[in-house]
């Protein structure tokens, strides 16, 4: 396996890191890592390291690297009305990106064994849905987060199209996975150090493969007195989404859809000003694996000296002679924030229209 790719200095340079080394493969993954800023992730004081390929752990609070979530999202092949489930969701970074794929008509469920963790995850749902610029540019299903111990999920659970285990699942706790996939399901859990994708194909057959060898924390098994009872988890109830939150969807799809074919007719290029050109290094890689926390992480020792600086310099030149042509460079605006609140409704409704965002 090759190493890990290099910090970024943001969010989006990180990103570009995980498609130059081939972790992300995919448009839709690419669009759901560059909504979703990793760094809004960590506690405050911590965000400088939120762009390193690195796992992160304070208390109870964990995020895997970067390069991991970029091959759990690739391998559990998401689309649209999809069921989901998280065990140990965590932060909900997952599976807030799980949902702007998914869309309004999937299933996004998580559970989580620390009862701080999961008002954690919550904290960042809310800010997400209110603050964040992307919102507005995505169908999204909003992540429902339990909890609990994901090992005593109640036997009369319903199945899931796709489910990821955050923690090391030991061999005799691979059929219990198992047993809530649908049939055509997509599992990706960490077994016997190695991130492995297994399918379902039927009734009782699975066909499995490795991704990536890692080192996970094992799940927690509850400890329990002879005789008593475990406390079973009761996954949240799959619901029909009601008539007013049905035409929600709607209307801000119809109103979406307007706004991109009517910049689409006009020609009109919304774009922001472009990053700085990163220089390319010739870089040299020894393959090795590093602990972090409790995770096994591939990292790459990196040998790097510049390449024909002389021409990187007359390249960013070039670059920025070709951003200064007819394109029209606009500012950034919310246009689907602007269309509902220039619609004849009443101001109770719009601001449910804007799921009651106030920018």
Same mark, same amino acid.
């Given at each position: 396996m090759g190493g890990a790719v290099s910090a970024g200095e943001d969010n989006d340079d990180l990103i570009d890191n995980l498609k130059e080394a081939q972790y992300i493969r995919t448009e839709?993954?690419?669009?759901?890592? =560059? #909504?979703?800023?990793?760094?809004?992730?960590?506690?405050? !004081?911590?965000? $400088?390291? #939120?762009?390193?390929?690195?796992a992160w752990k304070h208390g109870n609070i964990h995020l895997s690297a970067p390069c991991i979530y970029s091959e759990v999202m690739e391998a559990l092949k998401l689309q649209p009305g999809l069921s989901f489930l998280n065990l140990g969701s965590g932060t909900g970074y997952l599976s807030t990106m799980v949902g702007l794929i998914i869309g309004p008509f999937g299933v996004n469920h998580g559970v989580e064994l620390h009862k701080d963790v999961v008002e954690y995850a919550r904290e960042k749902l809310d800010d997400f849905i209110k603050n964040s610029d992307s919102f507005d540019?995505?169908?999204?299903?909003?992540?429902?987060?339990?909890?609990? *111990?994901?090992?005593?999920?109640?036997?009369?659970?319903?199945?899931?199209?796709?489910?990821?285990?955050g923690a090391g699942v030991?061999? $005799?706790?691979? *059929?219990?996975?198992? &047993?809530?996939?649908?049939?055509?399901? @997509?599992?990706?859990?960490?077994?016997?150090?190695?991130?492995?994708?297994?399918? =379902?194909t039927g009734q009782c057959s699975w066909e499995s493969k490795n991704i990536l060898a890692?080192?996970? #924390?094992?799940?927690?098994?509850?400890? =329990? #007195? $002879?005789?008593?009872?475990?406390?079973?988890?009761?996954?949240?109830?799959?619901?029909?989404?009601?008539?007013?939150?049905?035409?929600?969807?709607?209307?801000?799809?119809?109103? =979406? *859809?307007?706004? *991109?074919?009517?910049?689409?007719?006009?020609?009109?290029?919304?774009?922001?000003p472009q990053k700085r050109k990163r220089r390319r290094c010739r870089r040299r890689r020894?393959?090795?694996? &590093?602990?972090? !926390?409790?995770?096994? @992480?591939?990292?790459?020792?990196?040998?790097?000296?510049? %390449?024909?600086?002389?021409?990187?310099?007359? %390249? &960013?030149?070039?670059?920025?002679?070709?951003?200064? !042509?007819?394109?029209?460079?606009?500012k950034q605006v919310n246009v689907l924030r602007d269309q509902i609140m220039a619609l004849p409704l009443p101001e109770s409704l719009k601001a449910y229209l804007l799921y009651y965002r106030e920018k």
């Open positions: 839709k993954v690419e669009q759901a890592f =560059r #909504a979703i800023d990793r760094g809004d992730y960590y506690l405050d !004081g911590y965000r $400088d390291s #939120a762009y390193k390929d690195l540019k995505f169908e999204f299903c909003e992540p429902v987060f339990e909890v609990g *111990n994901c090992l005593e999920i109640s036997t009369d659970s319903h199945q899931y199209d796709r489910i990821y285990c030991q061999k $005799d706790h691979e *059929n219990y996975m198992k &047993v809530l996939l649908k049939i055509g399901g @997509i599992l990706v859990m960490p077994i016997e150090d190695q991130l492995t994708q297994i399918t =379902r890692v080192s996970f #924390a094992p799940l927690v098994q509850q400890s =329990r #007195a $002879d005789g008593e009872k475990p406390d079973t988890v009761q996954l949240p109830p799959v619901t029909v989404r009601s008539l007013q939150d049905l035409s929600r969807i709607y209307i801000r799809r119809t109103l =979406r *859809n307007l706004a *991109n074919e009517d910049s689409q007719g006009k020609g009109v290029v919304q774009r922001v020894i393959n090795t694996y &590093v602990f972090v !926390g409790n995770q096994l @992480i591939p990292q790459m020792v990196e040998s790097e000296e510049e %390449e024909h600086p002389e021409e990187e310099h007359k %390249e &960013v030149e070039e670059e920025e002679e070709r951003d200064i !042509g007819d394109i029209e460079i606009l």
